[in-house]
Every structure is written in structure tokens, then in C-alpha cells.
């Protein structure tokens, strides 16, 4: 059984900042990634960013220009999301995502944390 725990998530200004944490515990096995996810009523879940067990980021153009920024603790089992100059836009509920597997892939989710910014 793998749990995930979301927690940092809430109001905030536009302009703000917020800092999301997700802690994975139980019986993980092999972690590829960790990331964050996000999605809004009517659309589809969307990519944020990830990290790579050996340490690689990828942020998704909604964020590349540098304003998210992705790290982990791999003893803790816990990746964290910066978030700055948030912007209304980024109002979404958002996922922690916990890759497992070598060959055999298996993805865990979070149960999600909102997120909303007021302009």
C-alpha cells in the first residue's frame, strides 16, 4: 500500500508564493519520478514538473520561465513544488505523482491540494 500526502496548498495573492509538499511512505519499491500535476474544472490533468531519481527536472512550458521550481528529499521519499509570482491561471488543484518501476511502470497520486490565486 503507497500513500501520498499533499500538504502547502491555499489562497494566495497574485504575486505570492506557496510551497507544496507530498511525502510518500509504504511499500514504494523503485522510484523513477516524483512530480506535480494540476487540472481545472472542464480540462485535463496537466504536467507541472518532475523530478527524476537521479536528480534531471522538466517543467512544463506553463512554468519554464522559471517561477516553479521542483526538488526532493529521496530519504524522506518527499518532492516539494516552489511556487512564485503565482498568477491567477495557476488556480487548479494539483497532484503529487510518484513513478515506481523499471520495466514495469506503476504512477501513484495524491488525493490533491487547491490552489488559488486571487488577482
Known amino acids: 500500500q503507497v500513500q501520498l500526502v499533499e500538504s502547502g496548498g491555499g489562497l494566495v495573492q497574485s504575486g505570492g508564493s506557496l510551497r507544496l509538499s507530498c511525502a510518500a511512505s509504504?511499500?514504494?519499491?523503485?522510484?523513477?519520478?516524483m512530480g506535480w500535476y494540476r487540472q481545472v474544472p472542464g480540462k485535463q490533468r496537466e504536467l507541472v514538473a518532475y523530478?527524476?531519481?537521479?536528480?534531471?527536472?522538466?517543467y512544463s512550458d506553463s512554468v519554464s520561465e522559471g517561477r516553479f521550481t521542483i526538488s526532493r528529499d529521496s530519504a524522506k521519499n518527499t518532492v516539494y513544488l516552489q511556487m512564485s509570482s503565482l498568477k491567477p491561471e495557476d488556480t487548479a488543484v494539483y497532484y503529487c505523482s510518484v513513478r515506481t518501476g523499471f520495466i514495469s511502470l506503476t504512477d501513484y497520486w495524491g488525493q490533491g491540494t487547491q490552489v488559488s490565486v486571487s488577482s
Open positions: 523530478i527524476t531519481s537521479g536528480g534531471s527536472t522538466v
Open positions: 509504504g511499500s514504494i519499491g523503485r522510484v523513477t519520478r
